[in-house]
């Protein structure tokens, strides 16, 4: 069993207080929440755009457990924590420790959630760039060569690990980026992301063990650049 990281005690601690104060939240409290909690935990799990058997070098059991099991579990976590969060609205006297716990775990889920979607909405192609987008990564990294072999390191920094690899169109300074994110909770401030890889050992474990450089290739070579091109020229808007 691997040690409980001080991150992982404080985040099971708040979360502990956040559901010993909630126990005693009544029904009728609740009808009292704002309006707009009618909208929260409403999320449901976006569908593969793609046949996860279709890829290259990465198996369709390790696809379908990645988006069944990690992916859809930060989809329910979420729809759990934004409930919670219109019920203590309701509730003047709910803890200020408790709630804080819970806005935490709404950024981390709600990050899980967009990322997961990044990172499988990215994958399909046959991995060959092209566009504006294309363009823009020689710009401000010489070549492509240069931005994928900066990626990659970047990318390996977290092997092993927890994170992802985040390109990024940093609106603030107009330039493109590669992102380290040590978890769902890190990204740029202004920040678009373009294309985002799941570096947690969930996401490659089944496939390749440790061997973290042989699933960068994988996810590389599976890349649908049409749908990184599209997200770039939003990102401009």
Not at 11 to 34: E, H
Not at 110 to 116: A, D, E, F, K, Y
Not at 150 to 160: I, V, Y
Not at 213 to 222: E, L, P, S
Request: charged share 15%; aromatic share 10%; hydrophobic share 45%.
């Amino acid at each position: 069993m691997k040690p409980v990281t001080r991150r992982q005690a404080i985040g099971t601690a708040a979360f502990s207080a956040t559901t010993l104060a909630l126990a005693g939240t009544a029904n009728p409290a609740a009808a009292q929440a704002p309006a707009a909690a009618a909208f929260a935990g409403n999320h449901a799990p976006k569908p593969l755009r793609f046949d996860p058997a279709r890829l290259t070098g990465l198996s369709e059991r390790l696809i379908t457990s990645h988006w069944q099991n990690n992916y859809q579990g930060s989809v329910r976590g979420l729809n759990t924590i934004e409930t919670r969060l219109a019920a203590a609205m309701a509730d003047p006297d709910f803890p200020p420790v408790a709630y804080a716990g819970l806005k935490r775990e709404e950024l981390h889920r709600t990050g899980s959630v967009v990322l997961h979607e990044l990172y499988f909405d990215g994958l399909g192609g046959d991995g060959s760039p092209g566009g504006s987008v294309l363009e823009a990564i020689n710009v401000w990294f010489g070549s492509f060569d240069s931005w994928a072999a900066e990626f990659r390191r970047t990318a390996m920094s977290l092997a092993g690990g927890s994170g992802w690899c985040v390109l990024t169109y940093n609106r603030h300074t107009a330039s493109l980026h590669n992102y380290w994110a040590w978890d769902h909770m890190h990204g740029a401030v202004s920040g678009a992301p373009l294309l985002a890889l799941d570096m947690y050992e969930h996401s490659f474990h089944m496939d390749y063990g440790t061997a973290a450089d042989r699933y960068i290739d994988a996810f590389m070579a599976n890349l649908d650049w049409e749908v990184i091109e599209g997200r770039y020229r939003v990102a401009k808007i």
